[in-house]
């Protein structure tokens, strides 16, 4: 019924039959597979002989920026080679030492070779709206993608999906406190929504996995008066928006 549209599952491969079968059983039948560094672009690109898997997304995130040599001419010839693969993970994040001069250069570069594919992108954004905003304007970048794992307020939400992005909510709704997080799954426009976990990260006591979709899905049905059923219908459809035939 529901797809869970940010999990490492490259990340969870000796485990994945159980994984797939839990997620199967809460529901949660569709996964769109980031990347996060070159060293993992194949075992991700694996994932698309999985069942499920909707999208794949190969790219450098930002924890991992430095040292990484001429990437981009690989990232050219998986994107060449593969006309439906995503670039992601990328993006900005204002929390880790590396400098944000290495940072918005490796994020600019995956932007452009993005565009130059015309292929969605899935945005790590951790307290860089204003720049990954201006980024964006600046590169005229339109085809769009998911800022994952938002956590951001109603007014950056709404400039970002007004570039034509996907807001991710994610496992934050299953912390009752995370008051950004709940306001979101109430207000942001649905048609612009999609739902993720981020596993196997993301649940600080135990492993996420990708059937944690389901509980959140029910979080955002009942703060928004819906069925399931009717929010499983338009995240599908939003979904649908971003995948390449």
Known sequence: MFTDTHCHLADLAFRLPEILTQAHDA??????????????????????????????AVGLH???AENQGDF?????????????VWVGEIGLDALIQIPKEIQLSIFERQILLAKQFNRPIIIHNVRSTALIVNTIKQLKFECGGIVHAFSGSIEEANILIKLGFKIGLGSLLLNPNAKKAH???????LEHVL??????????NHTNTPANVAKIAQIVAKSRQISLMDLAMQLEQNLLELLID
């Open 27 to 56: 529901g949660v039948s569709g996964f769109v597979v980031p990347a996060t560094q070159p060293n993992d672009w194949q075992a991700v690109l694996s994932m698309n002989s999985v069942t499920g898997v909707r999208a794949v």
């Open 62 to 64: 930002p924890w991992f």
């Open 183 to 189: 306001r979101a799954a109430i207000e942001l426009p």
């Open 195 to 204: 739902l993720e976990t981020d596993s196997p990260y993301m649940q600080p």
């Open 72 to 84: 981009l001419a690989d990232l050219a010839t998986i994107l060449v080679e593969n006309p439906r």
